[in-house]
């Protein structure tokens, strides 16, 4: 069975040339050129940006009710009458080698406040620029089982080759059994990527949930993939050029 665990290169700090921002409501509390980048991934860690003391509202922080880690000390932002438990954390010294970050600032992704990469909104975490995303046509045939029950058969394929993860194989909407296919209420969303919408697959006699999932509206960077759909390698039967596939390893497995 393949592996994939995502981390690139282990934790890592890094300068970045963007211009960072974080808003909570109508107020800008981060606003940076200088920010690093924080690329750590685990359980509760993903990519996120940290900020200078001077590049923050610090005056608009308090520290939370025994929030935080032996890492960064979590603090509520009020804005008005507005309290956001949690929403920012300071780093203290966390050791090499992400010595960089101590004393920044950096905040919540869940949400409750914005952020933005120059004028782009962007959500989840940061994008990590040692992360790529390539959507290629292929000419591959490519079939997929759920329970022994076929569910798409397609030889007009896209391939999106992401680092760090399997090759996933986004297919044409009339090359999916779509009378198979249940919507679901699942939404996820990434930055390399946009929002997407899932489905469940009855198959078997039984529903197998979230096994598909398409973008009606990626992101600029990946206009290809727009309105077709994908199943997760790890949970479906995948044939590819008439091979059957090993299901591989990731967070998703």
């Given at each position: 069975?393949?592996?994939?665990?995502?981390?690139?290169?282990g934790?890592?700090?890094?300068?970045?040339p963007?211009?960072?921002r974080?808003?909570?409501?109508d107020?800008w509390?981060?606003?940076?050129r200088?920010?690093?980048?924080l690329a750590w991934?685990?359980p509760?860690?993903?990519?996120?940006y940290?900020?200078?003391?001077?590049?923050?509202?610090a005056?608009?922080?308090?520290?939370?009710?025994?929030?935080g880690s032996?890492?960064?000390?979590a603090?509520?932002?009020?804005?008005?009458?507005v309290?956001?438990?949690?929403a920012?954390?300071?780093?203290?010294?966390?050791?090499?080698?992400?010595s960089?970050?101590e004393?920044?600032w950096?905040?919540?992704w869940?949400?409750?406040?914005s952020?933005f990469e120059?004028?782009?909104?962007v959500?989840?975490?940061?994008?990590d620029?040692?992360?790529?995303?390539?959507?290629v046509p292929?000419?591959r045939?490519?079939?997929v089982?759920v329970a022994?029950?076929?569910?798409a058969?397609?030889?007009?394929?896209?391939a999106?080759f992401?680092?760090?993860l399997?090759?996933?194989?986004?297919?044409p909407?009339?090359?999916?059994a779509?009378e198979?296919?249940e919507?679901?209420?699942t939404?996820?969303?990434?930055?390399?990527?946009?929002?997407a919408?899932y489905?469940?697959?009855r198959?078997?006699g039984e529903?197998h949930?979230?096994?598909?999932?398409?973008?009606a509206?990626?992101?600029?960077?990946?206009?290809?993939?727009?309105?077709?759909?994908?199943?997760?390698?790890e949970?479906?039967d995948?044939?590819?050029?008439g091979v059957?596939?090993?299901?591989?390893?990731?967070?998703?497995?």
């Amino acid at each position: 069975m393949e592996s994939f665990d995502i981390p690139l290169h282990g934790p890592r700090v890094e300068p970045t040339p963007r211009w960072v921002r974080v808003r909570a409501g109508d107020v800008w509390v981060a606003d940076s050129r200088r920010a690093l980048l924080l690329a750590w991934y685990g359980p509760d860690m993903l990519p996120t940006y940290c900020f200078p003391p001077d590049d923050v509202r610090a005056d608009l922080f308090r520290p939370s009710a025994g929030g935080g880690s032996s890492v960064a000390v979590a603090h509520d932002v009020q804005v008005g009458d507005v309290v956001l438990a949690g929403a920012a954390m300071r780093f203290g010294d966390p050791g090499p080698p992400l010595s960089a970050v101590e004393g920044h600032w950096s905040f919540t992704w869940d949400g409750r406040v914005s952020w933005f990469e120059e004028a782009l909104e962007v959500h989840v975490h940061a994008r990590d620029p040692s992360k790529r995303v390539d959507v290629v046509p292929s000419e591959r045939e490519i079939r997929v089982e759920v329970a022994g029950q076929v569910v798409a058969e397609s030889t007009r394929p896209h391939a999106l080759f992401e680092t760090g993860l399997p090759t996933r194989w986004y297919l044409p909407v009339d090359d999916v059994a779509s009378e198979l296919l249940e919507p679901s209420d699942t939404v996820s969303q990434c930055p390399y990527k946009g929002t997407a919408r899932y489905w469940s697959v009855r198959a078997g006699g039984e529903v197998h949930r979230d096994l598909a999932w398409s973008y009606a509206e990626p992101v600029p960077e990946c206009p290809r993939i727009a309105g077709l759909v994908c199943f997760f390698n790890e949970k479906v039967d995948l044939v590819i050029d008439g091979v059957p596939q090993p299901r591989p390893f990731t967070p998703w497995s």
